[in-house]
């Protein structure tokens, strides 16, 4: 069955340094999300992408975040200067196409520390 | 913004029985809802799906049951499986907004021999 292939599984970083993400979605898949949990808190939405741009973000997609898909393949999530309250578990969606009814294929997720 | 509550954090079932679990939301333009399993370690996996016109979708051993005057849904896992035990998400969306997923806290589910 495919897949949504996230990397790295782990990342830890010094405070204030940019991360990068990494996520390959389902290749016939056109809608790309991020989202990311808090240790204890709830599944929340950052950003949606169509067509090389975002269609949506949240309050929380500030300028700090930004999304990439750079090479037809390869959709990136970009947090620059990062913070301790950035650290979560953040996942990578696809849908084929954006209706509920065919789901959101979701990848395994990149913990991210924060230190 | 509690917008999808899941108010029962854990539940365990025995093996070939009823799990039974519950949704609630308080923004009526929500438009479908979803369930999602998680496994620790994995991305959540999509279950099923309802719209908000209908009142029951059913899909094997997966129905979910939507009230949309009560603002209510539940989905039954019938029967329940070892493989079943894992975190089960609630979530919804709005119209035109279907890929801003608005998730519950989740449900531990237990199934025991």
């Known amino acids: 069955e495919p897949e949504v292939t996230q990397t790295p599984s782990h990342q830890v970083t010094q405070m204030g340094q940019e991360v990068i993400l990494r996520c390959v979605p389902i290749?016939?898949?056109?809608?790309f999300y991020w989202y990311r949990q808090i240790l204890g808190q709830k599944v929340e939405f950052l950003v949606s992408?169509?067509?090389?741009?975002?269609?949506?973000k949240s309050e929380i997609f500030d300028d700090q975040f930004s999304v990439e898909r750079p090479d037809g393949s390869n959709f990136t999530l970009k947090i620059r200067s990062t913070k301790l309250e950035d650290s979560a578990m953040y996942f990578c969606?696809?849908?084929?196409?954006?209706?509920?009814?065919?789901?959101?294929?979701f990848g395994s997720g990149t913990r991210l520390t924060v230190v | 913004d509690q917008q999808v509550k899941q108010n029962s954090p854990s539940l365990s079932v025995q093996e070939g029985r009823i799990s039974i679990l519950n949704c609630d939301y308080t923004?009526?333009?929500?438009?479908?809802f979803l369930w999602y399993k998680k496994y620790p370690a994995e991305g959540p996996t999509f279950l099923i799906s309802?719209?908000?016109?209908?009142d029951k979708n059913e899909d094997g051993r997966f129905t979910v049951f939507l009230n949309k005057s009560a603002k209510h849904l539940s989905l039954h896992i019938v029967p329940s499986q070892p493989g079943d035990s894992a975190v089960y998400f609630c979530?919804?969306?709005?119209?035109?907004?279907?890929?801003?997923?608005?998730f519950g806290a989740g449900t531990q589910v237990v199934v025991t021999p």
């Open positions: 923004n009526s333009m929500f438009d479908y």
């Open positions: 979530a919804a969306s709005e119209e035109d907004s279907w890929g801003k997923l608005q």
């Open positions: 290749s016939n898949h056109l809608y």
């Open positions: 969606a696809s849908s084929v196409r954006d209706r509920p009814n065919y789901g959101y294929t």
């Open positions: 992408f169509y067509n090389n741009e975002i269609s949506e």
């Open positions: 309802i719209s908000s016109i209908k």
